[in-house]
């Protein structure tokens, strides 16, 4: 059923502002610009990040509501201070789950609540994968 997440949307009321923030914080450029939307490409797998104005978000549910995405990285500690630094606050302190897997995460300049996470899984299914194998060119242009 559920194959894995194809998008993730963040919301913005500022969206040049937003994609600024988030080109510095990932090191690229968004590779794609519809009015009211930005998206990037991001990680070993190019999982879409796409921001929204905030004039298209929808009314939010009562609870239970809301998700958080956590993103894989290398170094938790090195990742939350690089967040920090470009203005995010702490959302939740690095919490240790377990079995080597170590989440945070942040709420951006913009309201959204950014997961960032060390999960080992992660890193085995990446191992197996051979990035010979992958084919990512439909994703360009």
């Known amino acids: 059923m559920l194959k894995g997440f194809a998008t ?8 040049d502002a937003a994609e600024k923030w988030y080109s510095e914080l990932l090191g690229a450029p968004a590779y ?5 939307y930005v998206e990037f490409r991001v990680g ?3 999982a879409e990040l796409g921001i929204i104005d905030a004039q298209y ?3 939010l549910p009562s609870t ?9 990285v290398e170094d938790l500690e090195a990742t939350l201070e690089r967040l920090l630094v470009l203005g995010a606050t702490v959302y939740q302190p690095v919490i240790d789950r377990g ?11 913009f309201g959204n609540i950014l997961g ?6 992660y890193v085995g299914v990446r191992a197996l ?9 439909s994703l360009e242009g």
Do not use: C
């Open 116 to 121: 960032i996470m060390y999960n080992p899984h």
């Open 57 to 59: 978000a929808p009314s």
């Open 8 to 15: 993730v949307a963040y919301y913005a009321a500022d969206l």
């Open 44 to 46: 070993d797998y190019q």
């Open 129 to 137: 994968l051979s990035p010979e194998k992958a084919d990512f060119s």
């Open 99 to 109: 079995h080597g897997f170590r989440t945070a995460s942040v709420v951006d300049p």
């Open 64 to 72: 239970p509501a809301g998700e958080m995405i956590q993103w894989h």
């Open 32 to 36: 794609f610009h519809v009015p009211g």
